[in-house]
C-alpha cells in the first residue's frame, strides 16, 4: 500500500464543470439493497451500479492523482446515494475494507445542520469541512467521519429540502509515478480541451 493512504488525509476537488453531478442523476439502482453498517443513523441510503460514475470519478480523480504525483489504477467497490430529510443524521463511522472514500455533494450545504465532519483531524474535534454543490471530498478510509443532524425549517420541510451525497468507496488496483504514465497524459489532455 502506498505510505500516505496510511496517514489521515483528505483533499476536496471543485470541479469546474456539472459531470459529476449528471453522473450522479443517471445512476442504476443495485439489485442488492443490503447494508451491514448505518443502523444507528436516520438516513435513506441506495446502493447503485457504478457504470455511469465511472467515467466522471475518474475524470476528475486525476486531479486528486496530479495534485499527489501518483498515477493510480482505481476501481470502485461500492457507491450509494444517502438522502438525509428533517432530523436525519450519519452516525461517526469509517469504511474498513477498502482503499479510498470519494463523497460527492449534490447540493449546497444547509445552514441548519447536516454538517460533514471528522471525528478529529489536525487537532480539531470535531472538523466540519467547507464544500458546495458538485465538489467531491477524497479521504482515507480510517478517518472517522459523520453527519450531525439536519434541522430544517417548516418552509423548507414543506418544500420537500433534502440533503445528497452519493459515496464511492475505491480500491487501488495499482500505481506508479505521476511522470510519464498514462493519467498523467489523460490530464494533460484534458486541461488543453
Given at each position: 500500500?502506498?505510505?500516505f493512504?496510511?496517514?489521515?488525509?483528505?483533499?476536496?476537488?471543485?470541479?469546474?464543470?456539472?459531470?459529476?453531478?449528471?453522473?450522479?442523476?443517471?445512476?442504476?439502482?443495485?439489485?442488492?439493497?443490503?447494508?451491514?453498517?448505518?443502523?444507528?443513523?436516520?438516513?435513506?441510503?441506495?446502493?447503485?451500479?457504478?457504470?455511469?460514475?465511472?467515467?466522471?470519478?475518474?475524470?476528475?480523480?486525476?486531479?486528486?492523482?496530479?495534485?499527489?504525483?501518483?498515477?493510480?489504477?482505481?476501481?470502485?467497490?461500492d457507491?450509494?446515494?444517502?438522502?438525509?430529510?428533517?432530523?436525519?443524521?450519519?452516525?461517526?463511522?469509517?469504511?474498513?475494507?477498502?482503499?479510498?472514500?470519494?463523497?460527492?455533494?449534490?447540493?449546497d450545504?444547509?445552514?441548519?445542520?447536516?454538517?460533514?465532519?471528522?471525528?478529529?483531524?489536525?487537532?480539531?474535534?470535531?472538523?466540519?469541512?467547507?464544500?458546495?454543490?458538485?465538489?467531491?471530498?477524497?479521504?482515507?478510509?480510517?478517518?472517522?467521519?459523520?453527519?450531525?443532524?439536519?434541522?430544517?425549517?417548516?418552509?423548507n420541510?414543506?418544500?420537500?429540502?433534502?440533503?445528497?451525497?452519493?459515496?464511492?468507496?475505491?480500491?487501488?488496483?495499482?500505481?506508479?509515478?505521476?511522470?510519464?504514465?498514462?493519467?498523467?497524459?489523460?490530464?494533460?489532455?484534458?486541461?488543453?480541451?
Open positions: 500500500m502506498i505510505e493512504f496510511n496517514q489521515p488525509f483528505y483533499h476536496l476537488i471543485t470541479p469546474d464543470d456539472d459531470r459529476l453531478l449528471d453522473a450522479s442523476n443517471r445512476l442504476d439502482p443495485h439489485s442488492n439493497q443490503e447494508f451491514n453498517w448505518g443502523d444507528d443513523c436516520i438516513v435513506d441510503k441506495k446502493r447503485y451500479h457504478e457504470c455511469e460514475m465511472t467515467p466522471s470519478y475518474i475524470f476528475w480523480m486525476r486531479k486528486f492523482m496530479f495534485d499527489r504525483k501518483i498515477s493510480l489504477h482505481l476501481k470502485i467497490t457507491i450509494w446515494k444517502c438522502t438525509y430529510g428533517n432530523g436525519s443524521f450519519q452516525e461517526p463511522h469509517d469504511h474498513p475494507g477498502c482503499d479510498m472514500i470519494s463523497l460527492i455533494f449534490l447540493d450545504p444547509s445552514p441548519n445542520g447536516g454538517d460533514f465532519y471528522f471525528e478529529s483531524y489536525n487537532g480539531q474535534t470535531p472538523y466540519v469541512v467547507k464544500y458546495k454543490k458538485g465538489d467531491m471530498l477524497v479521504f482515507c478510509p480510517t478517518m472517522v467521519h459523520g453527519v450531525t443532524p439536519l434541522k430544517l425549517s417548516i418552509f420541510q414543506i418544500r420537500k429540502k433534502k440533503r445528497k451525497t452519493v459515496t464511492i468507496n475505491a480500491d487501488i488496483m495499482s500505481f506508479e509515478p505521476w511522470k510519464g504514465s498514462v493519467n498523467e497524459e489523460l490530464y494533460n489532455e484534458q486541461l488543453s480541451v
